[in-house]
């Protein structure tokens, strides 16, 4: 790979990683709206499971504009891995922005409502998981923002190096088609 082939591939994941950052705090935000009612929560999960698909779909436009409709996979793999390191982090930001000035506590209290109601405390019981929920939730609460963010940042970064596989697999192609309109 060429030094402007690289700064191209860059190119096209910073961009491609701030939208799946979009998308991955459109998500967040129905995730802590969610709590509360389970159709954003739903809503939530719908596009968090979405983020393998439309980064295969944005690697697909760099394939097919960028590098004239073929691209290997060493390439696709590494385009994948950047485009969710960018996203982690700009979601990362977003979370420790959230958690730092915005939250106030209400992820905790909301948890600690759902496990304190009638039947949530009920469930608990059923498993035997009464005191650990608690402890839980008091780590939970001493977590701090900066912990909280670093943490999700790299669970992302090691969902990009796994799922660059499957989508570099299913998107590479060493060969020009036919049929482009290029």
Not at 15 to 40: E, H, K, P, R, V
Not at 98 to 118: M, R
């Amino acid at each position: 790979m060429t030094a402007p082939e690289y700064t191209q591939l860059k190119a096209y994941a910073r961009q491609d990683g701030f939208f799946l950052s979009l998308l991955w705090i459109a998500s967040f935000i129905l995730y802590i709206m969610g709590i509360t009612n389970d159709m954003l929560g739903l809503a939530a999960l719908m596009l968090a499971v979405m983020t393998p698909f439309f980064v295969a779909g944005r690697l697909r436009k760099f394939r097919d504009e960028g590098r004239d409709g073929v691209i290997s996979f060493r390439r696709s793999y590494a385009y994948t891995v950047l485009v969710f390191f960018y996203g982690a982090v700009l979601l990362a930001v977003a979370q420790f922005v959230y958690f730092a000035y915005l939250d106030n506590g209400y992820l905790v209290s909301a948890f600690s409502k759902i496990i304190s109601s009638t039947e949530g405390r009920a469930v608990l019981q059923q498993y035997g998981m009464t005191e650990m929920m608690d402890q839980s939730l008091s780590e939970l609460a001493a977590i701090r923002p900066i912990d909280f963010a670093l943490n999700i940042l790299t669970v992302n970064m090691m969902v990009g190096f796994f799922l660059a596989i499957p989508i570099g697999l299913v998107t590479f192609r060493t060969v020009k088609l036919e049929n482009d309109k290029s």
